[in-house]
């Protein structure tokens, strides 16, 4: 079946690192894929999304590329700020069973440091 | 903007009570969802509703039911609440069809059974 696979977090970075959070995914046919970002204390908001192979998906600082090849839509931003403390969930969308479903990764808590 | 309110950001109740968590959206969105997030496990679908009074199983409908008599309105019900059942429960919804339309979500509600 379509699953998502994030890297495990606490990832802790300094102000201004580079960050990486990667996730691959299995899935039939031509899903799309999002990432969504979670706050303390508040619901999920979409982050970016791409909808087909080689498209990048692009929002506040943060990209990340459908690679089809390698199944794969990691996230990165060149310079990370305090403010980007929160929970990145990575999820896929396709239909199966006849309706559209998001099927989302672990999550991968990012915790920035002054 | 876009809209999606849960009625109560913290619940506690007993195990065997009957538990309702109401969620109401804006958007006049056809598809509405009901996820329960846990750590470690991210984000799973309890279920689906694609229309008024329609309503489909995810993932892990087992000790849940659901109403929606309205449009705007997507209820989850714990008919005998059970320890096992304390998590954070997060609605959405989306329009229909497209699998690139992302899902907005609430604020979500914190239930603890004891």
């Known amino acids: 079946g379509n699953s998502v696979t994030q890297m495990e977090g606490p990832v802790t970075l300094s102000e201004e690192a580079f960050l990486t959070i990667n996730c691959t995914y299995t899935a039939t046919g031509y899903p799309s894929l999002f990432w969504y970002v979670q706050y303390p204390g508040e619901g999920l908001q979409l982050l970016l999304k791409?909808?087909?192979?080689?498209d990048k998906g692009s929002n506040k600082g943060f990209e990340a590329t459908y690679r089809k090849e390698t199944t794969s839509f990691h996230l990165e931003k060149g310079s990370v700020q305090v403010s980007d403390s929160a929970v990145y969930f990575c999820a896929l969308r396709s239909k199966s069973g006849g309706y559209n479903k998001l099927i989302f990764g672990a999550g991968t808590r990012l915790a920035v440091h002054p | 903007d876009v809209k999606v309110t849960q009625s109560s950001r913290y619940l506690v109740k007993r195990t065997g009570e009957k538990v309702f968590l109401e969620c109401v959206q804006d958007m006049d969105h056809e598809n509405m969802f009901w996820y329960r997030q846990d750590p470690g496990l991210g984000l799973r679908l309890i279920y689906f509703s694609y229309d008024v009074k329609m309503k489909e199983k995810g993932d892990i409908p087992e000790g849940y039911s659901v109403s929606r008599e309205k449009k705007e309105r997507f209820s989850l019900i714990l008919e005998s609440a059970s320890t096992n059942q304390t998590s954070m429960y997060l609605c959405?919804?989306?329009?229909?069809?497209?699998?690139?339309?992302?899902?907005?979500f609430g604020n979500g509600t914190r239930l603890t059974v004891t």
């Open positions: 791409a909808t087909k192979a080689d």
């Open positions: 959405a919804s989306s329009t229909p069809g497209q699998g690139s339309s992302p899902l907005h």
